[in-house]
């Protein structure tokens, strides 16, 4: 039996010898390697911060103390630390969560996965402690130098030093990436801490003359090495950067040395005041496929070779994010007006082929998707058109920029929302399904949801020339479904997909639920109902074509991968009310409920999503012997048109 396999709980941590942790860390590891090799996840940001949690549960007292992960992409090792070592299913329906969740363990606080919030939930729960005499507990946020290109991170630190006698240490997990290289101002600053030559000679130099002593002199260097982190960081002006808000600043420490970490957590948890210590870390650590990759050091992989690091899937299938990227390079070859955008997720949104075409012609703002929106508007005032490339469970942190700097001022601004609807093993707060909902309030706002990649495509082509407007294009994670070319196209862009029999239901599809809209038509058309089938291609505004067919048929069917709540469904519902069509519409979507972890399918059947139950139930419908589903009481209420 290995080491880790007798941690059950982080008490059993200290009894451990250095040797021993050193071990246990390799064997870590050597778990994460093999473990998410056959599963996917988060692999490069956990290789990096063995030590460090290994440190953190040594010093700290979880669950007593609470500690809290930013993004939380980095808490497998936090997992394996307080009992959650079966990763056989993680990130599948049953088994573990990618991220921290309440549900699994007392030591999960924060289960949001969206970045740069822990120090203000930090800020909040120390403030909750110290008002309610709980002042023997402690509040540890571990947030990446990613994290903090965020606003809210400085937002909370602001805060944070107001107040400097709460117990909270804030560890900065400096790799120098967040997905991939951290940017901005605040990176160049901590690239010098890093790699500054006085720091690296001081620090090396001293190291290797204590080490030509023995065991007895690396002890003597571990002594008075916070003395010379202190010294050095004078040297370095690493304090600089904290001075002006009364936080106490250790470090940079070596974020893979479990004892240096250690004694550096020992000394802020005594300090009796909001303290930050710095650790320097290599993402990917210890797995050099991971280590030599350029584009993200692994930070998520789907199944692969554990030896070779090589995706397992040999699936030829073009994805969603590459038809985009290809399609905005031509479109930016043909207008150079067209500028990109992204919140650190160059590459996962695609932007990455733009930025090779034409370096100059593309933004990262880092972990920042409110600055990225308005950013945007001053570029389409300045006379350009941007395309902010972000994943669509991040646009809901830019609303009241997209409402009041963007549709305001009628700035002619492009979003491409990767990661719409649902996207499975993520979780809830990745799924992209709140994004129909939310934004088809903006007044002005144009809406699209490509149904193939011929569709997204000419979708984007126009949105690019819309000057006086927000326009947005959204698109699922994975392979693009295959090409459903149209019977024929209305005068105002509704592409008729199924004509057949009686005008009985007509079915309007958002986006790549098109497939299912045609399934559910060979269904019905089995069974002697008459149906059409409907890709809007532009789902806000809703067409007038869309309108005209409604007051045709007996029923209408909206299917979205989207919130029924507030869908596009609703939307098609109270358009047709203001222009006199009585038809009943039924709105089929997601239910209004934080989705856990699953595959797509699953999720989808759970929410009744299948060309099986949408067919039955549109029959039982019809023939009058459906049973009506128990639903809210603000839910819209369908009545089909009597023959």
């Known amino acids: 039996m290995g080491l880790l396999e007798t941690i059950r709980d982080p008490r059993d941590l200290d009894a451990l010898s250095g040797e021993q942790l050193i071990q246990l860390a390799a064997e870590i590891r050597t778990f994460l390697v093999s473990e998410v090799s056959r599963t996917g996840g988060h692999l490069g940001p956990n290789l990096g911060v063995i030590e460090l949690t290994l440190a953190i549960h040594r010093v700290f007292q979880s669950p007593t103390d609470a500690i809290v992960f930013d993004t939380g992409h980095q808490s497998y090792v936090h997992k394996l630390l307080t009992g959650r070592q079966d990763f056989s299913k993680l990130r599948e329906r049953g088994g573990l969560a990618g991220y921290?969740?309440?549900?699994?363990?007392?030591?999960?606080?924060?289960?949001?996965?969206?970045?740069?919030?822990?120090?203000?939930?930090?800020?909040?729960?120390?403030?909750?402690?110290?008002?309610?005499?709980?002042?023997?507990?402690?509040?540890?946020?571990?947030?990446?130098?990613?994290?903090?290109?965020?606003?809210?991170?400085?937002?909370?630190l602001n805060n944070i030093s107001d107040d400097n006698t709460r117990n909270l240490v804030i560890v900065v997990n400096d790799n120098g990436r967040s997905y991939a290289p951290t940017i901005g101002g605040m990176a160049r600053f901590l690239n010098t801490v890093r790699t500054r030559r006085t720091y690296r000679d001081l620090y090396l130099t001293s190291q290797k003359a204590f080490d030509r002593l023995g065991?007895?002199?690396?002890?003597?260097?571990?002594?008075?090495?916070?003395?010379?982190?202190?010294?050095?960081?004078?040297?370095?002006?690493?304090?600089?950067?904290?001075?002006?808000?009364?936080?106490?600043?250790?470090?940079?420490?070596?974020?893979?040395?479990?004892?240096?970490?250690?004694?550096?957590?020992?000394?802020?948890?005594?300090?009796?005041?909001?303290?930050?210590v710095h650790a320097i870390t290599q993402k990917g650590k210890g797995y050099a496929p991971a280590v030599h990759d350029e584009a993200d050091q692994f930070h998520a992989v789907g199944k692969i070779d554990p030896v070779t690091?090589?995706?397992?899937?040999?699936?030829?299938?073009?994805?969603?994010?590459?038809?985009?990227?290809d399609k905005l390079v031509e479109l930016?070859?043909?207008?150079?007006?067209?500028?990109?955008?992204?919140?650190?997720?160059?590459?996962?949104?695609?932007?990455?082929?733009?930025?090779?075409?034409?370096?100059?012609?593309?933004?990262?703002?880092?972990?920042?998707?409110?600055?990225?929106?308005?950013?945007?508007?001053?570029?389409?005032?300045?006379?350009?058109?941007?395309?902010?490339?972000?994943?669509?469970?991040?646009?809901?942190?830019?609303?009241?920029?997209?409402?009041?700097?963007?549709?305001?001022?009628?700035?002619?601004?492009?979003?491409?929302?990767?990661?719409?609807?649902?996207?499975?093993?993520?979780?809830?707060?990745?799924?992209?399904?709140?994004?129909?909902?939310?934004?088809?309030?903006?007044?002005?706002?144009?809406?699209?949801?490509?149904?193939?990649?011929?569709?997204?495509?000419?979708?984007?082509?126009?949105?690019?020339?819309?000057?006086?407007?927000?326009?947005?294009?959204?698109?699922?994670?994975?392979?693009?479904?295959?090409?459903?070319?149209?019977?024929?196209?209305?005068?105002?862009?509704?592409?008729?997909?199924?004509?057949?029999?009686?005008?009985?239901?007509?079915?309007?599809?958002?986006?790549?639920?098109?497939?299912?809209?045609?399934?559910?038509?060979?269904?019905?058309?089995?069974?002697?109902?008459?149906?059409?089938?409907?890709?809007p291609r532009w789902v806000v505004p809703v067409a007038n074509s869309i309108v005209e067919l409604a007051d045709a048929h007996r029923l209408v069917i909206t299917i979205e991968d989207g919130l029924r709540v507030g869908g596009i469904g609703t939307r098609i519902r109270q358009d047709l009310r203001a222009a006199g069509v009585d038809t009943g519409v039924d709105e089929l979507g997601l239910p209004d409920e934080f989705l856990q972890h699953a595959t797509r399918e699953q999720i989808l059947e759970d929410a009744g999503l299948t060309g099986e139950r949408i067919a039955n139930d549109i029959l039982a419908q019809i023939s009058g012997t459906r049973i009506p589903v128990a639903r809210p009481a603000t839910a819209p209420i369908s009545t089909a048109k009597q023959s």
């Open 100 to 156: 921290p969740q309440r549900s699994e363990s007392p030591h999960d606080i924060v289960e949001s996965s969206h970045a740069s919030s822990s120090l203000s939930w930090a800020d909040g729960i120390s403030r909750a402690f110290e008002m309610t005499g709980q002042t023997d507990r402690h509040v540890v946020a571990v947030v990446g130098d990613g994290a903090l290109t965020g606003g809210m991170t400085w937002e909370a």
């Open 309 to 325: 690091g090589e995706p397992i899937s040999t699936s030829t299938t073009p994805t969603w994010t590459g038809v985009f990227s």
């Open 332 to 535: 930016a070859e043909q207008n150079s007006r067209i500028v990109g955008i992204t919140a650190a997720m160059l590459r996962p949104t695609g932007l990455n082929k733009l930025a090779e075409r034409f370096p100059d012609r593309v933004h990262d703002v880092g972990i920042a998707e409110q600055h990225a929106a308005t950013s945007a508007a001053g570029l389409a005032f300045g006379g350009l058109h941007p395309v902010v490339a972000i994943y669509a469970t991040f646009i809901n942190r830019a609303f009241d920029q997209v409402l009041m700097d963007i549709a305001l001022h009628k700035a002619g601004v492009t979003f491409v929302l990767d990661r719409a609807g649902v996207t499975g093993p993520d979780g809830p707060s990745h799924h992209g399904i709140w994004d129909l909902s939310i934004l088809q309030v903006v007044p002005g706002i144009r809406l699209a949801a490509p149904r193939d990649a011929a569709r997204l495509e000419e979708e984007l082509a126009e949105a690019v020339v819309v000057d006086d407007a927000p326009t947005v294009i959204r698109f699922p994670k994975g392979g693009v479904n295959a090409d459903l070319p149209a019977l024929r196209r209305t005068a105002d862009g509704v592409d008729v997909l199924h004509e057949h029999g009686a005008k009985d239901v007509l079915l309007v599809t958002v986006g790549p639920m098109a497939e299912l809209g045609l399934d559910v038509a060979g269904r019905l058309a089995a069974a002697g109902v008459g149906c059409t089938v409907v890709d």
């Open 215 to 276: 065991g007895p002199g690396r002890a003597v260097y571990r002594g008075v090495r916070g003395g010379m982190h202190g010294f050095l960081s004078r040297l370095t002006n690493n304090e600089a950067l904290y001075s002006n808000l009364d936080i106490k600043y250790l470090g940079p420490v070596d974020g893979h040395d479990v004892q240096a970490m250690e004694e550096a957590l020992t000394q802020a948890k005594n300090y009796g005041a909001p303290v930050i």
